[in-house]
């Protein structure tokens, strides 16, 4: 008799057998992979014992490529070929990058928005030079378990919104990586000091990499990690740390910087000046140049001072997150701090005076991110039966669609966990309308106009009904991806229509965050327009049904009621006009009231037509 191989839902076939997963963090500065072995996540090392892959592809003719410390080494000299920091462009458009004019790249601008840098071996998007990093990635992992891989769950900042998400799965796939899943980095975080620490009770996570901050609030019970919000500015990162002790050395030293090689070469002096500030008080900056070596000695203070905006806009990201979480600071129990850039002591010191104790460093700033990221993907692979995690992550902002008079109607709204589904039901304006149009919006204002275009698409076949009488419910559906689809049916016929939605680029720099503090500071604004709109949509509805009344039973009214009805309809145009709802409101009220007597005409003459030619027996 042939025996079935049973195993436990989610779990391999053969209980013996292992896969493979890892956890990737695809950074802006430095990229990791990580791995459970022996029960414990750690970070993969290459052939040389090094367990950070610079996030740096340099380009040559031939096809031919470097990846990694090889590409870094080489970036000075062949800036324009050697692309750093390629994670800040993912799903972005070319006007969303700030002052590419001070890049060393050559960008040009591909169907559908996406941007490319032109380079030796041709024209390259930032999805294929992050997989070529993936691929590197992969290939460690393989090599250091003498296996094929999997799967692997990567990591995103917790503000990437849909299209850089989606160009994250996309340079997976091209990285001939199975992604498991995508986990927000701070999440991953968390997930590390969860474990390692056995922590429980409210926590920050504080990450500052490269290129991203986020600042994420999460609850910590019994394997269960629960987001309660996020923040974050998608442009705030080390590298602006470098960008403004550069600007600030050539302001002092009267340098010009003229080729792409120069500014790279200053670029990376500054970097490597502010990571020896970490351990000294004063550093001397410097860069050979084509007009010469530079040599100017640099304080932390000074350095300190240029910097404390950047630092401070950090903060203010922190404060929002925990209004969003209703919490204050004395009852978050610990700061996690993750990315290279919190080894600044100005911004160890910022996070301990604001939060007021000692944020938890003993785990690796720089890795902390992979090994939460192993930790998920060893148990989505199925490999971990005792203690599994409950990873419950949240949207970074509200998702709705537009209704009459350019209306934002929120659907989801922002910090819901996910994966989550959510419906609502809509109608039709106008009678015998066959065709509704859906415009999917994200932000937190609600005025259209004030937010973010997602995605159109159109519901037809809606059978012809009176405006009001159809039911059309739409569905969003956000994955534990992050990625949004909605659907549109209509609820009589049952016809359906359906969407995944898939910018081809993301928002620009500040546009989330700015977003958010927008809807903080103009809230009051923003009822007062909300309320406005939705007067003159009722308002014009109470005129189209009221002309629709009269075109068909107009005739029951005699010259004097027919005048007043006139009048009050010319006062509710000449209402709808003015800036007050309540204007608007008090002249709808008054058309309804005036003519309800010709509404109860209306309904005698039904019921008479109705029974014309019956007998009581028969009704």
């Given at each position: ?40 996540a750690e970070c993969l090392p290459d052939d040389q014992g090094r367990v950070l892959l610079p996030s740096v592809v340099r380009y040559m003719e031939m096809g031919r490529r470097q990846i990694g410390f090889d590409a870094k080494a080489a970036q000075a000299q ?221 304080k932390r203070e000074e350095f300190i001072a240029l910097t404390a905006h950047l630092t401070s806009k950090s903060l203010a990201a922190v404060r929002r997150a925990l209004k969003d979480a209703d919490l204050g600071r004395d009852e978050v129990q610990g700061v ?284």
């Amino acid at each position: 008799m042939a025996l079935l191989q049973i195993s436990e839902p989610g779990q391999s076939p053969d209980p013996h057998q292992r896969r493979i997963a890892v956890g990737i963090d695809l950074g802006t500065t430095h990229s990791l992979v990580a791995a459970v072995r022996n029960g414990v996540a750690e970070c993969l090392p290459d052939d040389q014992g090094r367990v950070l892959l610079p996030s740096v592809v340099r380009y040559m003719e031939m096809g031919r490529r470097q990846i990694g410390f090889d590409a870094k080494a080489a970036q000075a000299q062949d800036a324009t070929n050697t692309i750093s920091s390629a994670k800040r462009f993912m799903g972005r458009s070319l006007a969303d990058i700030e002052s590419p004019e001070k890049l060393p790249y050559r960008f040009k601008a591909e169907d559908g928005g996406v941007i490319s840098i032109e380079t030796a071996d041709g024209a390259k998007t930032p999805v294929e030079i992050s997989a070529e990093i993936l691929a590197t990635l992969r290939f460690r992992a393989e090599d250091t378990f003498d296996d094929e891989l999997y799967g692997a769950v990567i990591t995103v900042p917790a503000y990437f919104d849909d299209a850089q998400r989606q160009a994250t799965k996309d340079a997976a796939k091209l990285a001939g990586i199975n992604l498991l899943r995508l986990i927000n980095e701070p999440t991953a975080a968390a997930i590390a000091y969860g474990l390692d620490n056995a922590a429980e009770g409210v926590y920050a996570v504080y990450d500052l990499g490269g290129g991203t901050f986020d600042i994420s609030v999460l609850r910590l019970a019994h394997g269960v990690f629960e987001v309660i919000a996020t923040g974050g500015d998608s442009a705030l990162g080390g590298d602006d740390y470098d960008d403004a002790l550069a600007a600030w050395v050539a302001e002092k030293t009267g340098t010009q910087l003229e080729s792409a090689a120069d500014k790279t070469a200053w670029r990376i002096a500054a970097r490597h000046c502010k990571q020896a500030l970490t351990d000294s008080e004063t550093v001397a900056f410097t860069a050979d140049i084509s007009s010469g070596s530079v040599s100017f000695d640099v304080k932390r203070e000074e350095f300190i001072a240029l910097t404390a905006h950047l630092t401070s806009k950090s903060l203010a990201a922190v404060r929002r997150a925990l209004k969003d979480a209703d919490l204050g600071r004395d009852e978050v129990q610990g700061v996690v701090m993750v990315g290279g850039s919190t080894r600044m002591p100005q911004i160890r010191q910022a996070v301990a005076d604001f939060f007021g104790s000692e944020p938890l460093t003993n785990l690796n700033p720089d890795e902390v991110v992979a090994l939460g990221a192993a930790t998920q993907a060893n148990q989505l692979a199925g490999n971990n039966t005792a203690g599994d995690l409950l990873l419950l992550d949240v949207i970074p902002l509200s998702l709705g669609v537009e209704t009459m008079g350019g209306l934002s109607e929120r659907i989801i709204t922002r910090n819901e966990t996910i994966p989550t589904a959510r419906a609502q039901d809509f109608t039709t304006y106008k009678d015998g309308q066959t065709a509704l149009a859906i415009h999917v919006v994200q932000g937190e204002r609600d005025l259209v106009a004030d937010c973010r275009s997602l995605a159109r698409f159109e519901l037809r076949g809606i059978p012809p009904m009176a405006a009001g009488a159809a039911r059309i419910r739409v569905t969003f559906t956000v994955d534990a991806d992050g990625l949004l689809s909605v659907s549109a049916k209509e609820q009589l016929s049952g016809v359906e229509a359906h969407i995944n939605v898939k910018p081809s680029y993301g928002l620009s720099d500040d546009q989330i965050a700015q977003m958010l503090q927008d809807g903080f500071a103009t809230a009051q604004e923003d009822m007062k327009a909300r309320a406005l709109v939705e007067a003159r949509v009722d308002a014009d509805r109470m005129l189209l049904a009221t002309q629709s009344a009269l075109d068909v039973d107009g005739d029951v009214l005699g010259n004097e009621q027919r005048d007043s009805i006139d009048a009050l309809m010319a006062a509710l145009r000449l209402a709808v006009a003015s800036d007050d709802p309540a204007v608007v409101e008090g002249a709808t009220q008054a058309l309804a009231k005036g003519t309800e007597s010709f509404a109860a005409e209306r309904m005698n003459r039904s019921i008479q037509q109705a029974l014309a030619g019956k007998s009581v027996n028969t009704i």
